[in-house]
């Protein structure tokens, strides 16, 4: 189960922290045995080659080749030992430093004494110990080494009439034998301290690594880090999806290869920094996106962050927002406006049916003017409330256009003339059915209030784009749209008719938007108004 994963299990460095430092001491003990089988093959060589160069008086040469050759059979017993791993280290180091020992003890008694120099042997095993072993137990071996010189002199003395006075000579090389295995174990505990620091840095770091990359991975954005050569060395699914491009894995990719627009504004980006925060419609997928370039340049590295932040959804966030008051502003509108209407509307037909003079009349008639025109609004802001209740299907625009003209026509009283339609038939398109609908009419019945209601005043054209996106264009013959108002058109509540509610176009906005399409305002060929819908593809989730 999720909720029983260690930490160990999440970031695979504290797994593999302790038997890196085992493995560690293992690889230097492999070394220090590399170090005595060169050792003891010199030593089985000098009495015959370097004994004059070294100063040394062998006594006893047969006795001196056979402890070398025994000490380099013992160093290869050591060498098999460790390829197996057994017994453990410290067992190992310490049957290593005991067999260097009593090797450079008898070679000493059997080269003429400490004045060979041979016990200077001695410290370079018990330095590399105290580095290896890393604890006290170095101190150990050194006394053991002083004592087996000691002995070795001592014995020398006894059988061989060595001069006393050398045990001074003795005691500075025990000393320094001392002295050489504490300054090992001092500096192997700062090695142990920083060993171990470096060791909480790696961890700390493989696992904000691991952090980033999951966030990284788990952001809905789109993330890519590109290197001065424009190669996209990371990307994640938000990139993916947004660009419509899979990134092989382990693939160098060059930025122009998956976008050549993010390559453009990236070069661009590099001549002038103050460039960047554009939102664009990426090609591949017709994805708004805010493109941001952020710099990146630290030990030799020098690139960019480009962070492709998804605008749809941003706009979605805000819509959820926006619905939701919505929501509360029509719930209290049809709460404490539509009851009060109903009265006032009842009441005034009620006044009607009496007696009045003209002046009168026309008031009443005022005020059920106005009231009506009040439901209307309640009614619009009502239609925006439902917007997220959308059932979407294939509409076949051609039926649906010539559906919708003709109850228009009805209800309008106009000829049916009035209307063009040039319908490509294999025009279809993914809306709800009721929001086409309400959208369509608004925008026809726009058309035909500002068109000289002639014979093909207005025209409504669908057809199929380069892009493959099918679009719906409403216009008609009138005098256009005031250019200060262009801006404003999809305001709730702007109208340019003293008789409208300024919320036809806002409604067709919102439920176009509902379903995944865009409308957006040009102005005809023959100066009058033109609204073009853009349908979402077939092929967009």
């Known amino acids: 189960m999720r909720d029983s994963l260690s930490l160990t299990g999440l970031f695979p460095a504290l797994q593999t922290a302790a038997p890196l430092s085992q493995e560690s001491q293992w690889r230097s003990i492999s070394f220090f045995n590399l170090y005595r089988m060169v050792l003891g093959g010199v030593l089985v060589l000098v009495p015959t080659l370097f004994g004059e160069m070294f100063s040394l008086n062998v006594n006893d040469r047969t006795w001196f080749f056979w402890v070398a050759v025994a000490y380099t059979l013992l160093v290869l017993i050591s060498v098999l030992t460790v390829a197996l791993r057994k017994p453990r280290t410290t067992l190992q180091l310490a049957f290593q430093i005991c067999t260097d020992i009593a090797a450079v003890a008898l070679l000493t008694y059997f080269s003429g004494g400490v004045q060979s120099n041979l016990g200077m042997l001695l410290l370079v095993s018990l330095a590399l110990a105290g580095m290896i072993g890393r604890g006290r137990i170095t101190l150990l071996f050194s006394a053991l080494a002083s004592i087996a010189m000691l002995l070795e002199h001592g014995y020398a003395v006894l059988t061989r009439d060595a001069i006393g006075a050398q045990f001074l000579q003795v005691g500075i090389l025990s000393t320094s034998y001392f002295a050489v295995a504490w300054l090992a174990h001092t500096l192997s505990k700062y090695a142990v301290a920083s060993e171990k620091l470096a060791l909480r840095r790696g961890v700390d770091l493989s696992n904000m690594?691991?952090?980033?990359?999951?966030?990284?991975?788990?952001?809905?954005?789109?993330?890519?880090?590109?290197?001065?050569?424009?190669?996209?060395?990371?990307?994640?699914?938000?990139?993916?999806?947004?660009?419509?491009?899979?990134?092989?894995?382990?693939?160098?990719?060059?930025?122009?290869?998956?976008?050549?627009?993010?390559?453009?504004?990236?070069?661009?980006?590099?001549?002038?920094?103050?460039?960047?925060?554009?939102?664009?419609?990426?090609?591949?997928?017709?994805?708004?996106?805010?493109?941001?370039?952020?710099?990146?340049?630290?030990?030799?590295?020098?690139?960019?962050?480009?962070?492709?932040?998804?605008?749809?959804?941003?706009?979605?966030?805000?819509?959820?927002?926006?619905?939701?008051?919505?929501?509360?502003?029509?719930?209290?509108?049809?709460?404490?406006?539509?009851?009060?209407?109903?009265?006032?509307?009842?009441?005034?037909?009620?006044?009607?049916?009496?007696?009045?003079?003209?002046?009168?009349?026309?008031?009443?008639?005022?005020?059920?003017?106005?009231?009506?025109?009040?439901?209307?609004?309640?009614?619009?802001?009502?239609?925006?409330?439902?917007?997220?209740?959308?059932?979407?299907?294939?509409?076949?625009?051609?039926?649906?256009?010539?559906?919708?003209?003709?109850?228009?026509?009805?209800?309008?009283?106009?000829?049916?003339?009035?209307?063009?339609?040039?319908?490509?038939?294999?025009?279809?398109?993914?809306f709800d059915s009721g929001h086409f609908e309400q959208v369509l009419w608004n925008l026809c019945r726009n058309a035909l209030r500002y068109s000289q209601k002639l014979p093909g005043s207005v025209r409504l054209r669908a057809f199929t784009a380069d892009d493959g996106r099918v679009t719906l264009e409403v216009s008609d013959d009138g005098a256009g749209v005031p250019g200060d108002a262009v801006q404003k058109l999809f305001e709730p509540f702007f109208t340019t008719d003293a008789s409208g509610t300024g919320l036809g176009l806002y409604i067709a906005r919102e439920l176009c938007e509902a379903n995944g399409a865009t409308i957006e305002y040009k102005r005809a060929i023959d100066g009058g108004a033109c609204f073009r819908i853009i349908f979402r593809s077939n092929d967009e989730p």
């Open 209 to 430: 690594a691991e952090a980033n990359r999951l966030m990284i991975q788990d952001m809905p954005d789109g993330v890519l880090v590109v290197d001065e050569r424009g190669v996209v060395r990371q990307s994640n699914p938000g990139a993916e999806r947004l660009l419509g491009y899979v990134f092989p894995a382990g693939v160098k990719i060059q930025l122009a290869e998956c976008s050549p627009l993010l390559d453009a504004m990236f070069a661009a980006w590099r001549q002038n920094k103050a460039l960047g925060h554009e939102v664009l419609r990426l090609p591949g997928t017709n994805h708004p996106v805010r493109v941001r370039f952020l710099p990146v340049q630290r030990e030799g590295f020098w690139g960019v962050v480009v962070v492709l932040e998804d605008m749809q959804r941003v706009q979605e966030q805000a819509q959820q927002v926006k619905l939701a008051a919505l929501g509360r502003l029509t719930a209290n509108i049809a709460h404490e406006v539509r009851n009060p209407l109903s009265s006032i509307s009842y009441a005034t037909e009620l006044l009607r049916e009496q007696e009045h003079d003209s002046k009168q009349v026309r008031l009443l008639q005022i005020i059920l003017d106005n009231t009506m025109r009040l439901n209307r609004i309640v009614q619009d802001v009502m239609q925006v409330n439902r917007r997220d209740r959308l059932r979407q299907e294939s509409l076949n625009l051609a039926v649906r256009i010539d559906e919708a003209v003709e109850n228009l026509c009805q209800v309008s009283q106009v000829s049916r003339s009035v209307f063009a339609l040039s319908i490509d038939p294999a025009c279809k398109a993914n």
